[in-house]
């Protein structure tokens, strides 16, 4: 069985700082990985993906997360915050053939003037 | 490229009553998921089709709900009788299969049970 936990549910930060968001999973096999973000009354769209290739990933809108297996983790960061990242962000993990999949709880993320 | 398309996009029904979602995926991908997204939390995976086949409907009710993919293209999804705890957010997905498993999901149904 796999399973997505993101630490915190809720993260703000002030425009121009630094983005942390937190994902931890437990899975059986060698998984894939995924984040989406879900603005509000839009649908979800996928910020990057792990696949076994290398650990570091980079998404779209300057984000990226780092795979580590020793941790099991897969936090999503981004450098400097901007207004129009404040939205829902779901952790996603898989299995290694596109089965299983299993979101998180999400985090919302707001970003501050 | 036409992306995922739902319909209804909202939806009110009294318990008890039945209810019919459309999804039609994009041209390609082979791949179609249905997601149940109950407010304040992460979408639930109810059934996932390769092409007209199920790989895995383990989380589905199937007591009260049915899915079917006609012809490995659009699908729909079917709540008989409905429950006041059904209300959510009905997500489709499609990918385009195997090896790239990244889904692109539709604007989703919100259905109301009162």
């Known amino acids: 069985a796999q399973s997505v936990t993101q630490l915190d549910s809720h993260v703000s930060v002030s425009e121009g700082t630094p983005v942390l968001l937190r994902c931890n999973y437990s899975?059986?096999?060698?998984?894939?990985l995924f984040w989406y973000v879900q603005h509000p009354n839009k649908g979800l769209q996928l910020l990057l993906k792990?696949?076994?290739?290398?650990?570091l990933v980079k998404g779209i809108n300057g984000f990226e997360a780092e795979f580590k297996k020793s941790e099991t983790s897969f936090h999503l960061t981004k450098p400097s915050a901007h207004m129009s990242d404040a939205a829902e962000y779901f952790c996603?993990?898989?299995?290694?053939?596109?089965?299983?999949?299993?979101f998180g709880p999400g985090t919302r993320l707001s970003v501050l003037p | 490229e036409a992306g995922v398309a739902q319909s209804p996009r909202y939806k009110i029904i009294e318990k008890r009553q039945s209810v019919a979602f459309w999804c039609n995926p994009i041209?390609?991908?082979?791949?179609l998921y249905w997601y149940q997204q109950i407010l304040g939390q992460g979408p639930k995976l109810l059934i996932q089709?390769?092409?007209?086949?199920?790989?895995?409907d383990s989380q589905l009710p199937k007591d009260r709900f049915s899915a079917e993919r006609l012809k490995g293209v659009d699908s729909t999804l079917k709540i008989q009788p409905a429950k006041l705890e059904d209300s959510a957010v009905y997500l489709c997905?499609?990918?385009?299969?195997?090896?790239?498993?990244?889904?692109?999901f539709g604007p989703g149904t919100r259905l109301t049970v009162t």
């Open positions: 996603v993990v898989s299995d290694s053939e596109g089965q299983n999949f299993v």
């Open positions: 899975s059986s096999y060698s998984p894939s």
């Open positions: 997905a499609s990918s385009p299969g195997t090896g790239s498993y990244e889904q692109y």
């Open positions: 089709f390769q092409n007209n086949g199920v790989v895995d």
């Open positions: 041209s390609g991908h082979a791949t």
């Open positions: 792990y696949t076994s290739a290398a650990t």
